[in-house]
């Protein structure tokens, strides 16, 4: 079945560490996102990525990195400099098209939390 | 930038009833979409409906429809013969067309449950 692979469910990080979020999508999509959602609040929008070998800050992006050297994978590095990393991060899937009424196709999520 | 408010952080509904959700929004562009977004238990994240800002014509989904108010930038959602299947977060979310890549912009969600 096509659709967005997200792992693992729930990771742990200590203190200064850097840990790493899959995405893995057979949707041939060509843009990916990664949005991080805080209890009792909405979604935010870490960094997205429309080709491969490109991607973009979005609007909460300091303390994270992504890379995108293929076309089916998006990881999410959530850096020791993220200092409020606990959170619930989804992964996004979306075709590319010019008209903006693509639908986005979302992973399970990823709870992270700290020791 | 542009942003999107949902006022209700919680609503309640009986089994069978109907409800309307809240949500506006803050833009200057003139063309745009809106989405309605489901975040059941599990945390999936399930598309509701859609809605272009050029349409006015209010969309529908089965028994999921939206109030689509361009001028007053509200974007309601009204769901009819309420499930138990229902309860679930709800985000309302916007989508510029002005601006490069699909990114949404989402509200705070509101958190709906649905009484047997």
């Not at chain 1, 792992?7 to 060509?30: A, I, M, W």
């Not at chain 1, 990195?65 to 992964?91: D, G, H, I």
């Not at chain 2, 309640?12 to 979409?33: F, P």
């Not at chain 2, 489901?38 to 999921?64: D, G």
Request: proline letters at 3%; one cysteine or more; a neutral charge.
């Amino acid at each position: 079945d096509g659709g967005i692979t997200q792992s693992p469910k729930y990771l742990f990080r200590k203190e200064g560490q850097n840990v790493t979020l899959s995405c893995e999508q057979n949707l041939n999509h060509d843009a990916m996102y990664w949005y991080r959602q805080d209890p009792g609040q909405g979604l935010r929008l870490i960094y997205y990525s429309q080709i491969v070998n490109d991607f973009q800050k979005g609007d909460i992006a300091e303390g994270y990195s992504v890379s995108r050297e293929k076309k089916e994978s998006f990881p999410l590095t959530v850096t020791s400099a993220q200092k409020n990393p606990t959170a619930f991060y989804l992964c996004a899937s979306s075709s590319r098209s010019h008209r903006g009424n693509e639908k986005l196709f979302f992973g399970s999520g990823t709870q992270l939390s700290v020791l | 930038a542009q942003t999107v408010t949902q006022s209700q952080p919680e609503m309640s509904v009986q089994e069978a009833e109907t409800v309307t959700l809240s949500c506006t929004y803050d833009t200057s562009e003139s063309d745009y979409y809106l989405f309605w977004y489901k975040q059941p238990p599990s945390r999936q994240m399930i598309l509701v409906i859609r809605q272009e800002a050029y349409k006015q014509q209010n969309a529908t989904e089965n028994r999921f429809s939206v109030n689509f108010q361009k001028a007053a930038k509200s974007f309601s959602l009204k769901i009819s013969d309420s499930q138990l299947g229902d309860a679930a977060m709800y985000f309302c979310a916007y989508r510029s067309l002005e601006t490069s890549g699909s990114r949404l912009t989402f509200g705070e969600g509101t958190q709906l449950t649905v009484n047997p």
